[in-house]
């Protein structure tokens, strides 16, 4: 069942030491700017909770895992503190999963586009069906994934970020995001991947906490700037939404 909700849904349940934290939105389960609020805040709760081992991010149903923000408050931005503020919810939340003290699975089950490839990447580990196309087409509107650039060349490469950027109106297939290091192993069916799920979260929440704390630590070595650096892309972009190119594309892609 899926959210009819504006501002769209947040749910977090706590199981055997598993936080499965579920997001929804009416549209393909993009993100409000409050959306991306509650989501950094339920990270940085989560990170301090010692009942959880790992958390597991996923989205509701079976198409599309995330279409990035919300295009109705892009078209809406009319200064550069609004476009800062709009760009910097995707940062906050990549900020908030780099910090969290728990591994990130991410399940991956449909479509992803934009900041949805931001958030894919931002998780420690990936498990997607063969659905689970990804496409950066942030070009097309006269912006780029500048916020989430960091993030994905972390897991892909400059060149893979490149591809992916510059061909923004190709769809990647999951194989390919897997062949690049963004997804761990593609399933495929829904049903297969939440079974591999299941084995896999549980056999990772039986592990030492402390441990698993550390092992964090080592895979976000060097990126105690990303604070800056990713406030400092949202200002980038927050430009760039207010040009009269971008607010032509914006126009076309409105109609």
């Not at 790992?54 to 989205?59: A, C, D, M």
């Not at 510059?166 to 997804?183: F, P, Q």
């Amino acid at each position: 069942m899926t959210t009819t909700r504006e501002n769209g849904s947040l749910y977090t349940h706590i199981d055997n030491n598993i936080a499965i934290v579920e997001f929804g939105h009416p549209a393909s389960n993009s993100f409000p700017s409050e959306l991306l609020r509650r989501l950094a805040n339920e990270f940085d709760t989560l990170s301090n909770n010692d009942d959880v081992a790992i958390v597991v991010l996923k989205s509701e149903g079976d198409r599309a895992f995330c279409a990035g923000a919300s295009f109705d408050e892009l078209v809406a931005i009319d200064t550069l503190e609004e476009g800062k503020q709009f760009f910097a919810g995707f940062a906050n939340v990549i900020n908030a999963m780099r910090c969290c003290s728990k591994l990130i699975v991410g399940r991956v089950q449909g479509k992803t586009v934009g900041g949805g490839v931001g958030l894919a990447a931002a998780c420690d580990y990936v498990l997607a069906t063969e659905h689970a196309s990804i496409k950066l087409s942030e070009f097309t509107i006269g912006i780029g994934p500048f916020v989430i650039a960091p993030a994905v060349e972390r897991k892909i490469g400059v060149s893979g970020l490149a591809e992916l950027t510059l061909d923004a109106t190709s769809w990647k297939n999951a194989y390919w995001a897997k062949e690049k290091g963004l997804y761990a192993r593609v399933f495929e069916s829904i049903g297969d991947l939440d079974k591999e799920l299941a084995i896999f979260t549980e056999k990772l929440a039986s592990y030492n906490t402390e441990a698993l704390s550390e092992m964090k630590k080592v895979l976000w070595k060097d990126t105690e700037h990303w604070q800056e650096l990713l406030a400092e892309r949202a200002e980038i972009s927050g430009k760039l939404v207010l040009s009269d190119a971008t607010k032509k594309a914006l126009a076309r892609f409105k109609k």
